[in-house]
């Protein structure tokens, strides 16, 4: 997807005419560095980091990990050997990201990289994982193909996010899948209105409401009824919860729309703002939240070149028994 801005792309990176970029084999002066994303909690996900570890030290590739996955592997594995580690503001230099874990993981790890545009290459230890590229039983393949640069780099739309409260800004963030306005306590619905590019939508009571991008169609919103937007398609989705409202439908508007939701003084009780499930803010009665589009996207490392479609249906093993393909011109003409 296009991104506003200079373009910073490392050296060893092309375009091809869909303005995707591309992993080349092209070799570069300075020490190769890939860090690792696991989820530690997880026993097979600490014997996927350690697999990882020394197929990249064997290649000569310094791995490199987060500070508390750092501590936490060495409690959980004993000595991992030598190996960087990043501290907050460290994802310069680095040449991909290898995340061993679900797409919360993936989520964690694009904290880590987005500022710097670092590639993530998922490798799904969870359930769906619908963001990660490869499985377990293919880590061996997936990191010699992370070696040899091949793969080929899609962008991802986010989304800037923003808390007025009064006439103050109070807390500023973003999200890859979306910000999601939710009442803090179960007993109490919120009292929103929603907004489109400066002008009221609609009022009504509701649980909260989600704001996604395409990316975040298939995760929140598509569980709370919202409609699954291809990647290709730029655009933001407005996705309410449990309204009690007669026109309450999902609605998607365009990618430079800005979307916001206010939290009326009549409510009784407070919001809370999520995003991506990690990063919160508290919404005081009046409490306003804006999402726009971010011109910085998450980049994600893909291994093949595939159909939206077939992911789909491969993630939630849809059923597509009985399916004949298109109709061709000699089936026509024999008709």
Known sequence: MPCDGPDERPAGWMTDERTAPVATSESTDSPRRILLVSHTGRQDAIDAARQAIQELRTAGVEPVLPRSEYEDL???????????????????????????????????????????RVPLLGVNLGHVGFLAEAERDSLAETIARALAR???VEERMTVDVRVVDGEQEVFRTWALNEATVEKASRERMLELVIEVDGHPLSTFGADGVVMATPTGSTAYAFSAGGPIVWPTVEALLFVPLSPHALFARPLVVGRDSVLAVEVQRRTDGHG???????RTHELRPGARVEVRRSPLPVRLARLAVGEFTDRLVRKFDLPVTGWRGPVNETEEAGA
């Open 74 to 116: 060495r409690a959980a594995a004993g000595d991992i050997g030598a190996v960087g580690v990043l501290e907050d503001q460290g994802a310069e230099g680095l040449e991909l990201a290898i995340v061993l874990g679900g797409d919360g993981t993936i989520l964690r790890a694009a904290e880590h990289v987005r500022e710097a």
């Open 150 to 152: 091949d793969y080929r």
């Open 272 to 278: 809370v703002l999520w995003c991506d499930g990690r």
